[in-house]
């Protein structure tokens, strides 16, 4: 039969559960199961923080309400941080993010024909139907300084 277990922490220790808690000390942030330190990272450190977290709530040491109330995060936050736990592993906040590279449909030579697009006065949008791209990235490379439209070169 499960025995009742009190909480006991030592001074300084913010609970999270009854069993869990944790303090920080000389900039880092030290985690206890009782008086048993259990991990630790420098206060700065975000991926531990969230390796952490993550944890905590998929081992069911602590509920995701309980995590958030206790660090001051948002409860939707957290989902996000252990779904991506879940579904690339533990190392997966110390990777760097995924991106698509560099710019793979406004290469060089489209770069060039929807510049000349644009000065003769062809629109954003007949601009993209004409290279068959996207709106949004002939507007984004306009936005981002990469292309400019003829009204754009009037005014500088």
Same mark, same amino acid.
């Given at each position: ?10 001074? @300084? #220790? ?17 985690y206890y199961c009782g008086m048993m330190p259990i ?22 040491? !602590?509920?995701?309400?309980?995590? !958030? ?7 939707? +936050? *957290?989902?996000?941080? #252990? ?5 690339? @592993? ?10 698509? @590279?560099?710019?793979?449909? *406004? ?6 024909? !929807?510049?000349?697009? *644009?000065?003769?006065? +062809? $629109?954003? $949008?007949?601009? +993209? ?8 990235? #002939? ?14 070169? !009037?005014?500088?």
């Amino acid at each position: 039969m499960p025995q009742l277990q009190l909480p006991i922490f030592h001074d @300084g #220790v913010n609970p999270i559960t009854n069993d869990i808690g944790y303090e920080k000390r000389d900039r880092a942030i030290v985690y206890y199961c009782g008086m048993m330190p259990i991990f630790s990272h420098q206060e700065d450190d975000l991926d531990s923080f969230r390796t952490i977290t993550c944890q905590l709530y998929t081992n069911g040491s !602590a509920g995701q309400t309980q995590i !958030a109330e206790a660090f001051g995060i948002k409860v939707q +936050a *957290l989902k996000r941080w #252990v779904k991506r736990f879940r579904e690339k @592993g533990s190392n997966t906040f110390y990777r760097p993010p995924e991106t698509r @590279g560099n710019s793979t449909v *406004l290469t060089p030579e489209v770069r060039t024909k !929807a510049q000349l697009l *644009l000065d003769t006065g +062809a $629109s954003v $949008s007949q601009t +993209a139907k004409e290279l068959d791209i996207g709106y949004d990235t #002939v507007r984004k490379a306009i936005a981002d300084g990469r292309l400019t439209k003829k009204k754009d070169r !009037a005014k500088r």
